[in-house]
């Protein structure tokens, strides 16, 4: 990152040093915050609990992190169902926007990490009616993924559904060799507000569709932060020196784009809206010309005080007016969308256009009346008293409602293999190769996790460990069917989906979901776990086609620094080796030379610039020489099965 002074002075090397050296000393002095909570483990679902305690209208659903209004199945019937969500710790964010007049239910994962589609699903089953179901996600690949496989499952079933991706971020200038586009910030809520109105109002899945995309497009945010966030149980990803701040910071901890010298709320607001309206080559993304009129919304990340946001907000709202020259017609203020409890702000513009006024889309009026609705949402600062409606739902009354309608579409659990299947000798091999691979990404956590906290937000070698322990307590319990590998796939598949989180979970879903449905087709009846040519083929296939997945879903490609550079070296070599291997017994150095192009091509991505995932947000000075995390797990696990073989 770029060390400067907002007065554009070089520091001195002295200075650099010296920044340096606070920066190291620092991190490797840095413990997991004290913070008022139980267990780390259990902070999203009592968190959760707590909303329902507090906010009579707000009911979860029974076997996912979902809360949706309790007057949903009237709701639903004759008008558009709204749903967000993605990673705990932004509350109020997404639970706190829940309510008449905004969502009709949200999605939590774990802290910082996205849902799993299965969650998704079971929300838009609870309140999809005639009228359909609009998706509202933040651009993060890990909420793309889990929303839109969601999204098309349930269209198969036949819900009628609509998903727009909010990306305002304004800190960043357009790469056109990322996928990854901007990110989706603070603005995403007041999205909530103006679909939740029109939703309100009746306006069509179509009309209020139209209204969310429009109004992500006239949008920018851009924030500021004083010191890190800190994930419960864990120490800060990173540190902000004494009298420094960082510019164009992520969310989930990520750190910004430039490290500058802190300065006052005037010059610091003047910053953040010169940086929003930019038009700077590859930063053109909102402008504003003297008599336009615009909504601000002052965001606090967490950590900042009241006192400090109205001093903000005043600078802020100053500068618009005075030297901007423009109206601002209404201006909010508050904890919207949190970093946990980071220290900083974030300020959101939202262009009104002058037809607003007059044209009306559909039902809807324009921008001003859909936010200045009524709305039961307790995160909005404009909301009316929180109460219950008509179904006499009380405060005290926090148990999850179970729903029979989605329980009944839930993919039965399979019947637990029997000892003589998890004996045999088509299952043995492949249980100590899942041993193996599952073993070694425990061991790895912690060389993930340091990766990830230089080229991510941290949580790589968390998320790989809470997945590979869930796999080994399954094998443990000898749940897993390990004589059927088409089935066994499917059962990784949705264990994962569930107990790793993130994005890497839906990835890893993915790859083993579309693995299985390709498995059994290439066996042509030869055993799987003998190292016949057949079984060669069947697993390649499946690897083929989980790749494939990844590749269609994720958008990514080899060379984005991704998992995909270890994947496909991997694979490239085993289906080269297809036509060479002999007829009755493949050699087991094919796959050892497999794992070596893995993690060769692991080592790779040190030198490549990031063009997915939220490294690509990193600057990338920072991330010079670092592999990535995803890419080295798959050398990991490959290698570990290989040295079974």
């Known amino acids: 990152r770029i060390n400067f002074s907002l007065s554009q002075q070089q520091p001195t090397m002295a200075a650099l040093i010296a920044g340096a050296v606070d920066i190291v000393h620092r991190l490797l002095n840095a413990r997991p915050a004290v913070r008022p909570i139980n267990d780390p483990a259990d902070v999203v679902d009592e968190a959760l609990e707590g909303m329902c305690a507090v906010y009579p209208h707000l009911r979860r659903l029974a076997g996912h992190r979902v809360l949706f209004r309790d007057d949903v199945d009237d709701f639903k019937q004759n008008h558009v169902a709204l749903i967000s969500g993605g990673g705990s710790g932004h509350e109020p964010a997404h639970a706190g926007f829940v309510g008449q007049g905004c969502l009709t239910a949200a999605v939590a994962g774990d802290v910082f990490a996205s849902p799993p589609p299965g969650a998704v699903l079971a929300a838009i089953r609870k309140v999809a009616g005639p009228p359909g179901v609009l998706l509202i996600v933040k651009n993060y690949t890990g909420d793309r993924l889990s929303f839109g496989l969601a999204a098309e499952e349930a269209k198969r079933e036949g819900i009628n559904v609509e998903m727009v991706v909010v990306g305002e971020d304004c800190a960043l200038p357009d790469r056109k060799d990322s996928i990854t586009g901007r990110r989706g910030l603070c603005g995403t809520v007041m999205i909530h507000k103006l679909v939740g109105a029109a939703s309100e109002l009746g306006a069509d899945l179509t009309e209020v569709a139209s209204i969310a995309q429009r109004a992500a497009d006239d949008m920018g945010t851009m924030g500021v932060s004083f010191s890190p966030c800190v994930v419960p149980g864990r120490a800060p990803s ?88 423009v109206n601002v017609e209404r201006a909010f203020v508050g904890s919207f969308v949190t970093s946990i409890a980071m220290a900083g702000f974030s300020v959101t513009l939202l262009k009104l256009r002058k037809k607003m006024y007059a044209e009306a889309v559909g039902k809807a009026p324009g921008r001003l009346p859909l936010l200045d609705h009524p709305t039961a949402a307790p995160g909005w600062s404009q909301s009316t008293a929180a109460l219950a409606s008509e179904s006499g739902c009380r405060r005290t009354d926090t148990t999850p409602v179970d729903d029979a309608a989605s329980n009944t579409k839930q993919q039965q659990k399979q019947q637990k293999p029997t000892s003589e299947e998890l004996e045999s000798p088509k299952a043995v091999p492949i249980g100590r190769a899942l041993r193996a691979a599952c073993e070694a990404l425990v061991a790895a956590e912690a060389e993930l996790t340091r990766l990830d906290t230089i080229a991510g937000d941290g949580d790589c070698g968390y998320t790989f460990e809470a997945g590979a322990k869930a796999v080994l307590a399954a094998l443990d319990a000898g749940e897993l069917p390990l004589h059927d590998p088409p089935a066994l796939l499917a059962a990784l598949s949705s264990l994962v989906a569930v107990q790793m989180g993130g994005s890497s979970g839906v990835l890893y879903a993915l790859l083993f979901s579309s693995a299985s449905n390709v498995f059994a087709a290439s066996m042509s009846g030869s055993s799987s776990g003998d190292g016949s040519n057949a079984a060669f083929v069947a697993w390649t296939k499946a690897l083929g086609s989980g790749v494939a997945a990844i590749q269609r879903y994720g958008g990514a490609r080899a060379g984005h620094r991704t998992m995909l550079d270890a994947l496909v070296p991997a694979l490239q070599h085993l289906e080269a080796s297809l036509a060479d291997a002999p007829t009755a017994h493949v050699p087991t150095h094919i796959v050892y ?42 050398g990991v696990w490959l290698s570990a099965i290989a040295d079974q073989l």
């Open 238 to 325: 990173f540190v902000v020196p004494d009298g420094m701040m960082e510019l164009g910071l992520g969310i989930h901890g990520e750190s910004g784009f430039a490290l500058v010298k802190a300065t006052t709320a005037n010059k610091l607001a003047k910053t953040l809206v010169d940086a929003i309206l930019s038009q700077e080559p590859g930063r053109q993304y909102l402008s504003l010309s003297s008599g336009d009129d615009v909504v601000v919304m002052i965001n606090n990340l967490g950590g900042t005080s009241m006192l400090e946001l109205s001093v903000v907000a005043r600078s802020v709202v100053r500068y618009l007016v005075d030297d901007i020259g």
């Open 593 to 634: 030379e497999a794992a070596d192009k893995a993690v060769a091509g692991a080592k790779a991505t040190a030198h490549m610039a990031p063009a997915a995932g939220r490294a690509s947000y990193v600057d990338a000075d920072v991330i010079a020489g670092i592999p990535d995390p995803g890419a080295v797990a798959v």
